[in-house]
């Protein structure tokens, strides 16, 4: 933990976790200067750095913070404890366009990390990913009835089947919009769960 940063007061520590975002979410990892967080959070660069010791500190920070704050809202909305795939689906994309809806830039630089090549960071934000997807899929899968799907269906693989197919729309969009349309997205997840109903759930 970050002590010199969590000593901020709270409105301060928003004020830099959103300049890294914002900054983080409209370049590469390699083209955010530092100076130009600072500046955005109204801070001196020299004072950015009493709190984080470099870049990739920060950047990782900020990864962290933006699955530590999903799997609150996952919770908040009870995502993880119905037995019916879709309505924790359901539940989630409004979780999602909640958080999107508070900290759009933070939805921007979640998919912009996700697919950053910079060696420095790529492995740790990876590693970061693998664990916390793992753990998103075994608290979804944890209470689900087996009943409500096709016999014979690979649970686990048609869940993680549907997960990247959420990321790679996210990304498509960033490409066409730089911003992501909260209402075009609910749209579309709908049409895409309606979509996944009629594949994968058990006929009466």
């Not at 912009?112 to 899968?141: C, G, M, W």
Request: charged residues 25%; glycine residues 4%; proline residues 3%.
């Amino acid at each position: 933990m970050n002590e010199r940063f969590y000593a901020l007061p709270e409105e301060k520590q928003q004020s830099i976790i959103n300049a890294g975002y914002r900054v983080f979410s409209q370049n590469s990892y390699k083209n955010s200067p530092m100076s130009e967080i600072a500046q955005a959070a109204g801070i001196s660069k020299s004072l950015l750095f009493h709190y984080f010791h470099n870049k990739k500190e920060l950047y990782l920070f900020l990864w962290d913070k933006c699955a530590e704050t999903t799997i609150e809202f996952l919770t908040r909305y009870d995502c993880y404890g119905q037995k019916g795939l879709f309505e924790s689906m359901e539940r989630g994309m409004q979780a999602k366009i909640e958080l999107i809806r508070l900290y759009p830039d933070m939805a921007n630089f979640t998919v912009r990390a996700f697919y950053e090549t910079n060696p420095e960071i790529n492995a740790a934000v990876q590693e970061s990913y693998h664990r916390y997807f793992n753990f998103k899929a075994d608290q979804t899968l944890l209470n689900l009835d087996p009943e409500q799907f096709t016999p014979g269906l690979n649970i686990p693989l048609m869940y993680r089947e549907m997960y990247l197919a959420s990321e790679g729309y996210l990304w498509e969009m960033m490409q066409q919009v730089n911003r992501i349309d909260v209402e075009q997205m609910e749209k579309d997840f709908t049409a895409l769960i309606e979509f996944w109903k009629s594949i994968y759930l058990r006929k009466e």
